[in-house]
C-alpha cells in the first residue's frame, strides 16, 4: 500500500510505503529507481501493529519502478501501486507517480 503527501509547493512528495502484515516477513526493503536499486539502501521498520513501513521523499511529477525485497532472497510487487510495467527478467515493477 501506498500513501502520498505532497509538500514544498508540490514540488516533494512524501511517498510512506507499506507491507502488509505477515509472520513469514524478517527482513523488508524497498528497493526501486530512486536507490538505483540497491537491496540494502532503503530498509523498512516493522510497526507495532505487524506491518512494515519506510517513507521516501520522491520529486513529485515522476514516475518511479520499485519492488519489496524480503529475507534477503524473495522480490514482491505492491498490489495497490499506481501501475505495473514488465522488467527485462520476465517479471512486472510496481509503479508510483509521484
Known amino acids: 500500500?501506498?500513501?502520498?503527501?505532497?509538500?514544498?509547493?508540490?514540488?516533494?512528495?512524501?511517498?510512506?510505503?507499506?507491507?502488509?502484515?505477515?509472520?513469514?516477513v524478517r527482513t523488508a526493503y524497498v528497493v526501486g529507481d530512486f536507490n538505483q536499486w540497491d537491496k540494502s539502501a532503503t530498509p523498512m521498520e516493522l510497526l507495532k501493529d505487524g506491518r512494515w513501513k519506510a517513507e521516501m521523499k520522491l520529486d513529485a511529477g515522476k514516475e518511479y519502478q520499485f519492488r519489496y525485497f524480503?529475507?534477503?532472497n524473495q522480490w514482491?510487487?505492491?498490489d495497490e501501486a499506481d501501475g505495473f510495467v514488465a522488467?527485462?527478467?520476465?517479471?512486472?515493477?510496481?509503479?508510483?507517480?509521484?
Open 87 to 98: 522488467h527485462p527478467y520476465g517479471g512486472e515493477n510496481s509503479v508510483v507517480r509521484a
Open 76 to 78: 514482491l510487487n505492491d
Open 1 to 24: 500500500m501506498l500513501t502520498k503527501r505532497y509538500l514544498s509547493n508540490d514540488t516533494i512528495c512524501k511517498v510512506t510505503f507499506y507491507l502488509p502484515k505477515s509472520a513469514e
Open 70 to 72: 524480503i529475507n534477503g
